[in-house]
């Protein structure tokens, strides 16, 4: 399951930041994973955690508001949707996969709570209630002198406040795309039966067997790529067919900085060494990679 910080108000409003480790620091340092640059925000503002139970908020140097307004330490057991606050600054933990709705922040409750750390003072509604009135009283009469060069009735017309989109991410070099795509690769589970190779021009490569279930998983994921993160580099998908029978049988892998398998009559083959038209290319942890007609894998 992958999942995504999301800045739903503020300057920054539309930017996320894929989760991929175990803690990120939030505040307007250069240092911080999100940086966020509204001036309430703190250097080091908060930290969020992923924990065994989800997902925790930290305050270090900045007010961190739960949904309801409440002014805390630190928030445990978060629920991705569900919105907090950094001194007004709204953002939520959620699914990659889920869309982007419209977020309205939730209104600030601080000044009903008993426990609120800013109480609020009293407005002086004497003066509020003569100042919203003189104010009424101008709109109105300009609203009455538009009415009457107009033709038509003046109809209100709702304006909706446009959807924050998400922006990519830029991926300047092959590197950086192979990390991200490793990393995606092993949050959902695939990381172990797909293999990234940077080519010479600094392409990507992914070579993966050719199992339908794996191939549509490894799209979809691709597809997720493409929608959070541009890249200088091109992503192509090699489908390696299930390996032929051996011309010989593998008795034993040998690891170590020169590894090297050894044949049932006792050939040593190391690699880029072939034999009988098969070079083996690569030891993993998990399987050979062979070199014939085609390319496959062998587990062992």
Not at 94 to 101: G, I, M, N, R
Not at 157 to 180: C, D, G, N, W, Y
Request: aromatic fraction near 6%; proline fraction near 7%; include cysteine.
């Amino acid at each position: 399951m992958l999942y995504e910080l999301r800045v739903l108000s503020g300057l920054n409003s539309g930017a996320l930041l894929p989760l991929t480790g175990t803690q990120w620091l939030i505040g307007s340092s250069p240092d911080a994973d999100m940086v966020l640059y509204d001036a309430a925000i703190a250097q080091n503002h908060c930290r969020l955690h992923a924990t065994d139970n989800g997902w925790q908020v930290e305050a270090l140097q900045g007010a961190v508001l739960t949904n309801e307004g409440r002014r805390v330490e630190h928030i445990d057991n978060l629920e991705p949707g569900t919105p907090f606050s950094l001194a007004g600054i709204w953002l939520c933990v959620a699914q990659s996969d889920t869309p982007w709705e419209t977020e309205s922040a939730p209104a600030t409750q601080a000044d009903s709570q008993p426990g609120s750390h800013a109480p609020v003072a009293e407005r002086p509604r004497g003066r509020l209630n003569k100042a919203v009135a003189a104010v009424c009283f101008i709109l109105a009469i300009a609203a009455f002198g538009l009415g009457g060069f107009s033709g038509k009735d003046a109809r209100p017309t709702a304006i909706s406040a446009p959807v924050p989109k998400p922006q990519k991410t830029f991926l300047e070099t092959a590197a950086q795309t192979r990390e991200m795509l490793v990393s995606l690769l092993q949050q959902a589970g695939l990381g172990q039966r797909v293999d990234l190779e940077i080519t010479g021009s600094d392409d990507i490569v992914l070579h993966l067997v050719g199992d339908d279930k794996l191939q549509a998983e490894t799209q979809a994921l691709l597809q997720h790529f493409a929608q959070r993160y541009q890249s200088a580099a091109q992503i192509s998908v090699d489908i390696v067919q299930p390996p032929p029978p051996l011309p010989f049988r593998i008795a034993l892998v040998v690891k170590g900085e020169s590894p090297y398998i050894v044949t049932d009559n006792g050939l040593r083959v190391f690699i880029n060494d072939e034999i009988n038209g098969i070079k083996l290319l690569a030891i993993n942890e998990e399987k050979l990679i062979f070199q014939g007609k085609t390319r496959f894998e062998v587990p062992w």
